[in-house]
């Protein structure tokens, strides 16, 4: 074997032990960039030494690469001999040493229940140190846990939870759990969690160790409340939270961040959630952020009837961004829905020592009971610190204006629309046309927030609104080429627009698709329907007419219907991983899963409104030519033509042939 070969196999051989080291060892190494940078770099020497040194470096430590699971099968809490109680298992993992019925762990296990129901604790339960690996992983699906008063985790290592209830803890900081180290929690439930401090249910605060890390995936938060800041959760490390919902938690009277506090260190990252009926007394019903160093970025989010209540001077009913001394870091907000919130200052959104910045929003019904910016306000003396809206709707305030600049400022990024004259937005034409700017109605879905496909219920324009394929085409791919829902934006059944290369998109978090079901005009479809009494004569004439509609509506529905969804999906595909890589780094990994699977909905939407493209020729179609665009609900009355091939004939056998009945009885 010459040289050459035998020290091929040999960094083959060492390759294959990295990864099975590090798949043991189960390192979250995204946490830290240093881990990251001294990976990579060990990799390249791999490439260069053979690997000698990875190996020495990372194998060595995780020689353990067994995994056990450790079952509970009782709902005791403490457990009893013979028993495998959950407080046994954790001890179990922690020390690899046998306890009542609890086998030993090995130091990387997973704790599973052969039972379902409530464990209600007496005391807490002993923290997650993970034994050698730091690494426990409890999958709980069917299983409560009730702190009865008391908190129920502490995660100085690394816990991963699934399908547990976590409810009615109770202490100073983090109600039900207190993380020093990494959480990660997926189909989870938080409620009725208390704190005397800060973080209603979930607390992580700096400590000596490092920062720690948390990541929320399809998880809910409900009635969680701290005397402090953070009604739900409290971090100054970083957050990442996907696919939740937070409802009806509240900070305390001086607190912020009715749901999520987010404090310096803290970096947050939140995407397709929901946060609905919040409170905090200070700043951010819903999300405050007073880090100096880590933005936060929102995006796909809806923000629903949250308020800030309290403090006179701050605000932000949905999202606050200030209490910094000098600076705060950026709260980025793209593709979400603000509606219903209040505050004394600004319903929507608060700055006071920062950057905030809006692309792609819709605000509707927010208020404001002090000064105003029912939606925005900014009050930076700071010239550089601002607020900045660009491609957003504001409209129907319920009380003060749209927009407050009060001593800062709110800068137009260009294709906005308000109802009133407070942002100073420019009155310009959109792309197509259409006037934009400040004192410009935009007709909204008068029905408010629905569900009009995606994870969260956005409001969708009316037939007609200004705000349809308004903005330039360069401006839609270089900020997100997907909607709140994760539609594709632009729609790809746009034609090109008049002016600025590409095809335009709508102005707000809501992109109308051609093929959307549309909710407004078309009533007079019922009104056809009563030439459905000629139905009887049909079965006579069965013959002439039978023929003429299955060639017009075969021809017309199923092609278009075929043709259409394979496009659908093409695009949808694009748009997720563009969008992905916009918002934020952050989210990246969830963002990515979680659009792509909102995009099933759309072969859903199975394209029958193209044969609403057919009655144009009608009379009543005409008045609705530019909105077959937006007739999205009243696809429902229109799909039932389509259906009925045979049905529709006779609406067309009374048109030419009205004699054609008197033909019957003979």
């Given at each position: ?10 960094r ?13 060892a ?18 390249l ?10 190996i020495g470096?990372?194998a ?7 995994t056990?699971t450790?079952?509970?099968?009782t709902l005791d809490?403490?457990g009893?001999?013979g028993e495998c109680?959950l ?11 046998a306890v009542?019925?609890c ?6 296990d997973t704790?599973?229940f ?7 604790l007496?005391?807490?339960?002993p ?6 690996s730091?690494?426990?992983v ?5 299983i409560?846990?009730?702190?009865s008063?008391n ?9 991963e939870?699934?399908?547990?209830t976590?409810?009615?803890?109770s202490a ?9 180290g ?8 938080f ?8 973080g209603?249910?979930?607390?992580g605060g700096p400590s000596g160790?490092?920062?720690p890390h948390?990541?929320?995936t ?9 005397s402090?800041?953070g009604g739900?959760i409290y971090?100054?490390?970083?957050l990442d939270?996907f696919?939740?919902?937070f409802d009806?938690?509240?900070?305390g009277?001086?607190?912020s961040g ?8 803290g ?5 397709n959630?929901?946060?609905?009926g ?8 819903a999300?405050?952020n007073?880090?100096t160093?880590?933005?936060?970025n929102?995006?796909?989010t ?22 910094c001394?000098?600076f ?7 593709n ?10 600004g ?22 009971s002090?000064?105003?910016g ?5 009050q930076?003396?700071?010239?550089s610190?601002a607020?900045?809206?660009?491609e ?9 204006n ?8 709110i ?5 906005n629309?308000?109802?009133?004259t407070?942002c ?11 006037t934009v700017g ?8 008068p ?5 009009n496909?995606?994870p969260?219920e ?11 394929d ?12 997907v ?5 594709p ?6 034609p090109?627009?008049?002016?600025g ?12 698709q051609e093929?959307?079901?549309q ?5 007079s479809?019922?009104a ?13 004439a ?5 023929a003429t ?13 075929t043709?259409?969804p394979?496009a659908?999906?093409?695009a ?5 991983a563009?969008?992905?890589?916009t918002?934020?780094a952050?989210?990246?990994a ?8 909102t995009k ?9 409104p193209?044969?609403?493209k057919?009655p144009?020729p009608?009379?009543?179609?005409p ?9 999205r ?9 389509p ?12 048109k030419s042939?009205?004699p054609?009945?008197?033909a019957?009885?003979?």
């Amino acid at each position: 074997m010459s040289d050459a070969t035998a020290l091929s196999r040999w960094r083959r051989a060492a390759a294959e032990a990295v990864r099975g080291a590090l798949a043991a060892a189960r390192v979250p190494l995204q946490r830290l960039a240093p881990a990251r940078t001294t990976l990579k770099a060990l990799l390249l020497m791999a490439g260069v030494c053979g690997g000698a040194v990875i190996i020495g470096t990372l194998a060595a430590p995780h020689k353990v690469t067994a995994t056990v699971t450790i079952n509970v099968d009782t709902l005791d809490d403490p457990g009893k001999p013979g028993e495998c109680a959950l407080r046994d298992a954790i001890t179990a993992a922690n020390t690899q040493s046998a306890v009542h019925n609890c086998p030993p762990g090995t130091g990387a296990d997973t704790i599973g229940f052969s039972v379902a129901g409530t464990i209600t604790l007496t005391s807490t339960l002993p923290s997650i140190t993970g034994g050698t690996s730091g690494i426990l992983v409890i999958q709980g699906a069917g299983i409560t846990l009730d702190g009865s008063g008391n908190q129920i985790f502490v995660v100085p290592g690394t816990l991963e939870a699934s399908g547990l209830t976590l409810k009615n803890g109770s202490a100073a900081n983090g109600g039900a759990i207190s993380v020093s180290g990494s959480l990660q929690v997926t189909g989870c439930s938080f409620q009725n969690n208390t704190a005397t401090g800060n973080g209603g249910a979930i607390f992580g605060g700096p400590s000596g160790a490092g920062l720690p890390h948390l990541t929320v995936t399809s998880s809910d938060f409900s009635n969680n409340t701290a005397s402090g800041s953070g009604g739900a959760i409290y971090t100054g490390g970083s957050l990442d939270v996907f696919t939740s919902e937070f409802d009806t938690n509240s900070a305390g009277s001086a607190g912020s961040g009715g749901a999520i506090d987010n404090v310096d260190p803290g970096g947050l990252g939140i995407t397709n959630s929901l946060f609905d009926g919040n409170t905090a007394g200070n700043r951010g019903g819903a999300v405050d952020n007073s880090s100096t160093t880590n933005t936060v970025n929102v995006s796909g989010t809806t923000f629903a009837n949250n308020m800030q209540n309290g403090i006179v001077g701050a605000g932000g009913g949905a999202i606050g961004n200030g209490g910094c001394s000098i600076f705060c870091a950026a709260t980025s907000i793209l593709n979400s829905t603000f509606s219903g919130n209040s505050a004394i200052e600004g319903g929507g959104t608060y700055n006071n020592a920062g950057v905030v910045e809006v692309h792609f929003c819709t605000f509707e019904g927010n208020s404001a009971s002090g000064t105003g910016g029912a939606d925005i306000y900014d009050q930076n003396t700071v010239p550089s610190h601002a607020t900045a809206v660009g491609e957003s709707i504001l409209a129907a305030s319920l009380g003060g204006n749209n927009c407050n600049a009060a001593a800062g400022t709110i800068d137009d990024g260009g294709f906005n629309i308000s109802d009133d004259t407070s942002c100073g937005f420019a009155n310009t034409g959109g792309v197509n046309g259409q006037t934009v700017g400040d004192g410009v109605t935009p007709s909204l879905d008068p029905g408010g927030l629905a569900d009009n496909g995606g994870p969260t219920e956005t409001i969708a324009e009316e037939p007609g609104s200004p705000s349809i394929d308004a903005v330039n085409g360069v401006a839609c791919g270089s900020i997100t080429n997907v909607d709140q829902r994760g539609e594709p934006r632009p729609d790809p059944e746009d034609p090109p627009a008049s002016k600025g290369g590409g095809a335009a998109c709508d102005i707000g978090a809501f992109e109308l698709q051609e093929s959307s079901p549309q909710p407004t005009p078309t009533p007079s479809a019922t009104a056809t329907a009563t030439t459905t009494a000629t139905a009887t004569a049909t079965e006579t004439a069965t013959d002439t007419p039978t023929a003429t509609a299955t060639a017009t509506a075969t021809a017309t529905a199923t092609q278009t219907v075929t043709a259409t969804p394979t496009a659908t999906a093409t695009a949808t595909a694009t748009k997720t991983a563009t969008m992905t890589a916009t918002i934020t780094a952050t989210p990246t990994a969830t963002n990515t899963a979680t659009p792509t699977a909102t995009k099933t909905p759309k072969p859903k939407k199975s394209r029958t409104p193209t044969a609403t493209k057919t009655p144009k020729p009608k009379t009543p179609t005409p008045t609705k030519t530019p909105k077959p665009k937006k007739t999205r609900t009243p696809t429902p009355t229109k799909t039932p033509k389509p259906k009925r091939t045979p049905t529709p004939t006779p609406t067309k056998t009374p048109k030419s042939r009205t004699p054609t009945p008197t033909a019957t009885p003979t």
